[in-house]
């Protein structure tokens, strides 16, 4: 009775963990990576046709996306997960397989061009149906048998439609274990889906850290005010806001507050602005959104159901599906929101709306999600001032923003809350699916502050259950030391940069203060820049 992990290890993408019993094989997850690689991932251990069952958390590509090369390799087994998540992987694993078809097209065309030769696709678009075609919806709180001596319950964690933690109950001859694997654990009051639920019992768990080392900033007042403010600012002085959003989960909340705004006329001036959905994907996903059974939302999108209105549709809202309709987007000068994937500016036609606006002072970049290390969407985050776009380089002139605390993931503060939530404490808990300073830091607090047994190994660990030690524990492999020490780099700068930004979010709240105090803040922060100053220009 063994553990291996595999993915998602000292990283935040390309989630996989492997779970053997009594000869039989099980993944959770089975992710694709994002960004930038920093630590080998081994690769699975087992051929995937030995392979007896697949666990999903949800549908996010970096938990679900090389579930269709399972097959391409030969697994034909069951697919578990809600029947949410179920009814998002069919459109987001045939999305990502014609990704992969594309990009293969792409680099072939250049290979041939140079003499070089052609290479497969990762996969095609019938291993995603293939994997599509196995998919088992499972409801939550029901318990699912899915191998000999392996039964499942799937427990919403409230980070996205239809995620879920997984328990896992193991037995053995006359031995068992319980395993609860945490999936993405969801941040409080979202909107449209509930609130991470928590589990109380467990022999071993295994947990996600993404924001195990800070806390999400506060939002003045309300999500749909502050935004509605950024979009004023720039619709005013007559430019685009410009927002990079997951196609799946954070494209719906901004809508859902779009629609808020429109309803609550927080945005004047400008009649019934424009706002294009531009993401084939986001569209589908909305349709499954507003197709799925109502119990999966939270009690205020029930009600506005109830009523008969549509959470996510106002007013102005465009959807834009053909590439034509797309590129008209940016022909059109009046002052508009975009909404567009992929959400770290990776691929999609959000790089074509960089292209346009990034140049553009009086347009907004706004950011609404996770960045990952050696994203595009990191690269501007982090205070690039220049980026190379379909082969032309574009000076980055417009204001980039962020909307404050609406991740989708849990802060330190949400992570603490659900793993305190187990009555006793586990005999283990495994830390991962965190930047590599972030999982230490994390497993750390666990322990020292809070009296956890904590570990977070790297890929390719083995722990034995019965045995309750590893069998193999190997260290990191940096994918390269200079990328690493580069990444590291990145980590301390991005908290310098968040820590300006709230210091901005500060500022802006100190309107109507007394000129005494403004006056001592005011000192306070140009002494502070004086000091630093003369860093920069040593360089």
Known sequence: MKLTFLGATH??????????????????????????????????PIQAGALDFVLLTHAHIDHSGNIPLLFKNGYDGP????????????????DCAHIQESDAEWKNRKALRAGGTASDPVYTMDDAEAAIARLRPCEYGELVQVGEGVVVRFTDVGHLLGSASIEVFLTEGDVSRKVVFSGDIGNVDQPLIRDPQYIDEADYVITESTYGDRLHEKVEGDSASYLAGLIQRVLDRGGNVVIPSFAVGRTQEILYFIRVIKERGLVTGHGDFPVYVDSPLANEATGVFLQCDPDCFDDDTRALLDRGVNPLMSEGVKLSVSSEESKQINFDTTPKVIISASGMCEAGRIRHHLKH???????????????????????????????????????????????????GHADKDGLIRWITAFREK???????????????????????????????PYSGAVYDLLADCYVEMPEGIPVSKEKAKQARANDVYSALVAAGERLLTVIRSCKGIPNKELAKFTGQINSLADKWSTWTKKR
């Open 11 to 44: 990283e935040v993408t390309g989630s996989c963990t492997m779970i053997e019993i009594g000869g039989s094989f099980g993944l959770v997850d089975c992710g694709m990576e994002q960004g930038e690689d920093i630590f080998v991932n081994q690769a699975l």
């Open 79 to 94: 697919v578990y997960a809600t029947t949410a998540t179920c009814r998002l992987c069919e459109i987001m694993l045939r």
């Open 357 to 407: 606006n990034l140049w553009r002072k009086e347009s907004m970049i706004l950011f609404v999600g996770y960045q990952a290390v050696g994203t595009t969407g990191r690269k501007i985050r982090d205070g690039a001032r220049q980026l190379k776009l379909f082969g032309e380089d574009i000076t980055v002139n417009a204001e980039i923003a962020y909307l404050p605390g609406k991740s």
């Open 426 to 456: 586990p005999a283990m808990v495994f830390v991962n699916h965190g930047e590599d300073a972030v999982v230490k830091s994390y497993a750390n607090c666990l322990s020292d502050e809070y009296g956890f047994t904590v570990s977070a």
